[in-house]
C-alpha cells in the first residue's frame, strides 16, 4: 500500500502570497492532522479532520485553513505568507480518530523569502 | 496547556544503551508517542503508552508514569542507524489524537 503523500516537495513563496499543500492518506485511512514544523524543533498541531469535518485546531492565527474532500484527502491554505511561515508541512492519516497510530507523509517544505 | 521537555542532545556508543527522558504537563491528557526521525524525513512511529509501566517493543522499550508525568525511551544494542531524532509526544482530546511534541532529542551513536 502506498503511504501518505504530500505534494509538492517544496515551494518557495514571497512574503504575502497564498499557498496551498495537498495531502493523500493511505487508503482506507479518514484522519487526518496537519503539523507544522520549524527546523530544530518538534511538530506543532495545526488542525486534524474527521470525515470532512473539523476535529481539532492548534493555536494557529486564522491565516490558517483546511478542509477535507469526500476521497479524504486535504488541502492546507495558509494566506497573507510570513517569513515566519517558512517549515516543513507535516500531513499524518490515522484510520480513525480514535486510532493512535499516525503516519506521517514526507512533507513539504516551505519557504517564504 | 501543553507543555513537553525533553534534552536537546545526546551521545552515546554502539551496542550501548541509552535512556531518553520525556517529562510533561498535558491538559486532557491520554496518551504519549516517540517518534523517530532522521535528518529530512517524516517521524516513524516508535510506540504508545497509555498505561502505567513499560513497553517492550524489540530494541526499543517505552515507560509511562501518568502520576509523575513522566516517560522515557530505551533503546538498547544501539547501532549507527539509531542516529535520530527522537520526539516525545502527548495526545490530548477525547476520542481524538491531537498530539504535542516536544522539540525533540537528537542522538548521536558513535563508534
Known amino acids: 500500500d502506498a503511504g501518505v503523500t504530500q505534494s509538492p516537495t517544496h515551494l518557495i513563496k514571497t512574503r504575502g502570497q497564498h499557498v496551498t499543500l495537498r495531502c493523500s492518506p493511505i487508503?482506507?485511512?479518514?484522519?487526518v492532522s496537519w503539523y507544522q514544523q520549524v527546523l530544530g524543533q518538534g511538530p506543532q498541531f495545526i488542525f486534524q479532520?474527521?470525515?470532512?469535518?473539523?476535529?481539532g485546531r492548534g493555536n494557529f492565527p486564522d491565516r490558517f485553513s483546511a478542509r477535507q474532500f469526500p476521497n479524504y484527502s486535504s488541502e492546507l491554505n495558509v494566506n497573507a505568507l510570513l517569513l515566519g511561515d517558512s517549515a516543513l508541512y507535516l500531513c499524518?492519516?490515522?484510520?480513525?480518530?480514535?486510532?493512535?497510530?499516525?503516519?506521517f507523509g514526507p512533507g513539504t517544505r516551505l519557504t517564504v523569502t | 496547556g501543553q507543555n513537553i521537555d525533553q534534552p536537546t542532545e545526546m551521545t552515546a556508543t554502539e551496542g550501548a544503551i541509552v535512556q531518553i527522558n520525556c517529562t510533561y504537563q498535558?491538559?486532557?491528557?491520554?496518551?504519549l508517542f516517540w517518534y523517530q526521525q532522521h535528518a529530512g524525513e517524516a517521524p516513524t512511529f516508535l510506540s504508545y503508552?497509555?498505561?502505567?509501566g513499560l513497553e517492550e517493543k524489540g530494541r526499543f522499550s517505552s515507560f509511562l508514569s501518568r502520576s509523575k508525568g513522566y516517560s522515557y525511551l530505551l533503546l538498547k544494542e544501539l547501532q549507527m542507524k539509531d542516529s535520530a531524532s527522537y520526539l516525545c509526544?502527548?495526545?490530548?482530546?477525547?476520542?481524538?489524537?491531537?498530539?504535542?511534541f516536544g522539540k525533540g532529542t537528537k542522538l548521536s551513536v558513535i563508534p
Open positions: 499524518a492519516s490515522s484510520r480513525e480518530t480514535g486510532t493512535y497510530e499516525q503516519y
Open positions: 509526544a502527548s495526545s490530548s482530546g477525547a476520542g481524538s489524537y491531537q498530539l504535542t
Open positions: 503508552n497509555v498505561l502505567d
Open positions: 487508503s482506507g485511512h479518514k484522519s
Open positions: 498535558t491538559s486532557g491528557f491520554n496518551g
Open positions: 479532520y474527521y470525515e470532512k469535518e473539523e476535529r
